[in-house]
């Protein structure tokens, strides 16, 4: 029914960046396609997570009483409770309707687009908020050339509300793990002493993420095919009736990928990347709001959807218009 963003105003480019770490534009373009990303100085999560709700139920011309549900994808929630969620409803002044986040890191708008659709398919819901919002500087280690060059903040949301037209919105999903590949793509929790253990000190670098970046990409090689394969299968499409997709924005080599695995033209992978980055969970529903913004999403065609990354995660949804 409707999409919004809130992205913030600060721009981290990759010049900026050669002051910060051993590394070059030219470098970062070749390797990643990003040419700049988005940070959230002195905000936060939740404010992100607001900003873009509100843009999303304005574009939808809704209320936010008329919502049954909130789902809010996040793997940087400013605490680990309350979650995200229950902070937006009390925000937007919904009502008293469920409230949870959910963290599938890059897949979790993906993820949460699949429980949404549960949700309405069952009947428990009539309309439901997503929103994808992270804080990724806050987990990146400004030393570390090979994950700092990638990541950026900024938040997305979409409003889903139930059809009585089968041939119109969510036509399948599709979402899968691979525990694994934990290790390829990890941050852990909370960097605070064991009380209990003998030796307590705490690494001071605990929180930042740590990524295996050839191991990811050889996932992603394998992963992403099934997962548009299997969504495409149980919409009962093939990939000749995709006019767009919308994948989430890792790297622009794995774009490329798609592009080629599915005999598409590259006009056809929506990217942005190149101006945002990867925001995780949020990049997905940053594409989705930036194409209906600019009047490239249209009555009758078909979208595609996948996000990948940590977990590891993967999935992929079939979207009609």
């Not at 910060?20 to 905000?43: H, L, P, S, Y």
């Amino acid at each position: 029914m409707g999409t919004g963003a809130c992205l913030p105003d600060f721009v981290l480019t990759n010049a900026m960046l050669e002051h910060m770490v051993d590394t070059n534009d030219e470098w970062i373009v070749q390797r990643t396609g990003v040419r700049e990303r988005r940070i959230a100085k002195n905000m936060h999560t939740w404010e992100l997570a607001l900003g873009a709700a509100q843009d999303a139920l304005a574009d939808a011309k809704i209320d936010a009483g008329e919502l049954d549900l909130i789902l809010v994808s996040t793997c940087t929630p400013d605490t680990n409770t309350p979650n995200t969620a229950a902070i937006l409803q009390d925000k937007l002044g919904a009502g008293a309707i469920g409230a949870f986040d959910i963290n599938n890191a890059c897949t979790g708008f993906v993820s949460a687009t699949d429980i949404a659709d549960c949700y309405i398919k069952s009947g428990k819901a009539r309309t439901v908020l997503v929103v994808s919002a992270e804080t990724l500087s806050r987990i990146v280690d400004y030393t570390d050339r090979g994950t700092c060059i990638l990541f950026g903040d900024g938040a997305a949301a979409a409003v889903y509300r139930a059809t009585e037209d089968d041939n119109l919105g969510i036509q399948s999903t599709f979402i899968a793990a691979d525990g694994s590949g934990a290790e390829y793509l990890r941050m852990e929790a909370l960097p605070v002493e064991d009380p209990f253990a003998e030796d307590r000190t705490v690494d001071p670098k605990a929180r930042f993420l740590k990524m295996q970046g050839a191991a990811v990409v050889r996932f992603t090689a394998r992963a992403v095919p099934q997962a548009i394969d299997t969504a495409l299968q149980r919409a009962g499409i093939t990939a000749d009736d995709i006019d767009w997709v919308v994948p989430h924005q890792a790297n622009l080599r794995i774009l490329d990928v798609i592009a080629r695995r599915y005999h598409l033209p590259k006009e056809k992978v929506y990217v942005n990347m190149d101006r945002f980055g990867n925001t995780s969970s949020a990049s997905v529903p940053i594409c989705l709001n930036e194409m209906r913004r600019n009047g490239l999403l249209r009555e009758g065609q078909t979208i595609v959807c996948t996000g990948f990354g940590g977990g590891l995660t993967y999935g992929a949804f079939v979207l009609k218009l």
